[in-house]
């Protein structure tokens, strides 16, 4: 057996795929290929008016990364729109359900609790203030 040295193409090519598995790997870590985030609101946040989430569902600040859930007439609860499995941002509030486009999971409008997997865990809570007719969010 000959000892060759290590031919230069060999180890660029190598290199190269250990950068596209890298790739690959924080692509899927950020959910698929969704928005991703990694907690939810960082800051105090003037939602708009008490009068955008309907009784009994909830509205989805994509922007401040809130969901508002009004569960009962004048009460208002806020959860983070950042889904628990794999850190993307929620799409949609429809028929008293949250949904999340990266892999699926979908949570109760008005408690945050998971509805479907795979999350496990319910969407994080997020302090939220009503002043007058306007909601505030306080991460």
């Known amino acids: 057996m000959t000892d060759?040295?290590?031919a230069r193409r060999t180890v660029l090519?190598?290199?190269a795929l250990a950068g596209a598995a890298g790739l690959g790997l924080t692509a899927c870590s950020a959910g698929g290929g969704g928005t991703s985030a990694s907690s939810g609101p960082t800051g105090?946040?003037?939602?708009g008016s008490t009068?955008?989430?309907p009784l009994g569902g909830a509205k989805l600040f994509r922007d401040d990364q809130v969901v508002v859930a009004q569960p009962t007439k004048g009460t208002f609860k806020a959860?983070?729109?950042v889904c628990t499995h794999a850190g993307c941002i929620v799409d949609q509030v429809q028929n008293g359900v949250i949904s999340c486009p990266c892999h699926g999971s979908q949570f109760n409008a008005t408690t945050g609790a998971v509805i479907h997997g795979p999350a496990t865990?319910?969407?994080?809570p997020v302090g939220l203030q009503v002043q007058g007719d306007k909601l505030i969010a306080n991460p």
């Open 79 to 81: 959860f983070s729109a």
């Open 44 to 47: 105090r946040s003037d939602l």
């Open 51 to 53: 009068a955008q989430v």
């Open 13 to 15: 090519q190598g290199a």
């Open 121 to 124: 865990e319910p969407l994080n």
């Open 4 to 6: 060759q040295p290590t």
